[in-house]
């Protein structure tokens, strides 16, 4: 089965800093999707930015990119020049390899200091 | 477009008493997915359906839970006989062809049980 490990269950980062979140995830399958999403504290939850694992150019969304490593099965969210905006739960996703399911790892919550 | 509409938003029950959460969809979306949230935990997956036709229940409970998405209105999650442990955030998902990759979140249903 598919697992998701986020293993930072928190993160600070000054505001206008950069700041890297951690994620892994086990698969035996080939063809697959990552998703890292928002969650608010309005309980929302958001798409940041998704990667298909065939593309080997990493996916980004303005502030915000990954870094998709296949072979090492690691899939990191950069955030750059942080906003008191980004402060939130953060969570890394699984999905594909024919399963209509989403996997979600525990989530890292992001503060942001000004 | 609305996006996906889940009420109530928050549902407060008594152990024993029953819980309907609600779900729309997207217009033009005819899958829909229940993902259920326990506190400090990321979402996991519970079922998912298309029009009248469940597909996949592989993460419901095997008792008191059930769900519906009828040919006419809403997707229905049911909770029998509600216990404190059932009180978490429940989240749908729709969307327009299968395939978890595409999915948009509702805004969640929070229930708690007294």
């Known amino acids: 089965a598919q697992t998701v490990t986020q293993s930072q269950p928190e993160m600070s980062v000054q505001e206008a800093e950069t700041v890297t979140l951690s994620c892994t995830y086990d698969?035996?399958?080939?063809?697959?999707?990552l998703f890292w999403y928002k969650q608010p504290p309005s309980r929302q939850m958001i798409l940041v930015i998704r990667?298909?694992?065939?593309?080997?150019q990493n996916a980004t969304e303005n502030r915000f990119s990954v870094n998709f490593q296949k072979a090492a099965k690691s899939f990191s969210l950069k955030i750059s020049d942080s906003q008191l905006g980004d402060a939130a739960m953060y969570f890394c996703?699984?999905?594909?390899?024919?399963?209509?399911?989403?996997?979600f790892g525990k989530g890292t919550k992001l503060t942001v200091n000004p | 477009n609305a996006g996906v509409m889940q009420n109530p938003r928050h549902l407060v029950r008594r152990r024993g008493q029953e819980a309907r959460l609600r779900c729309s969809p997207m217009?033009?979306?005819?899958?829909v997915y229940w993902y259920r949230q326990l506190p400090e935990e990321g979402l996991k997956f519970m079922v998912y359906?298309?029009?009248?036709?469940?597909?996949?229940e592989s993460g419901m409970p095997k008792e008191r839970f059930s769900a519906e998405f009828p040919k006419e209105g809403p997707s229905i999650l049911r909770i029998q006989q509600v216990v404190r442990g059932d009180s978490a955030a429940y989240f749908c998902?729709?969307?327009?062809?299968?395939?978890?990759?595409?999915?948009?979140f509702g805004a969640g249903s929070r229930l708690t049980v007294l």
């Open positions: 990667q298909e694992a065939y593309k080997q």
């Open positions: 998902a729709s969307s327009p062809i299968s395939g978890a990759n595409v999915l948009t």
């Open positions: 359906l298309q029009k009248e036709n469940i597909i996949d």
């Open positions: 698969t035996s399958e080939s063809d697959y999707y």
């Open positions: 996703a699984y999905g594909g390899g024919g399963s209509e399911k989403l996997v």
């Open positions: 217009k033009g979306h005819s899958h």
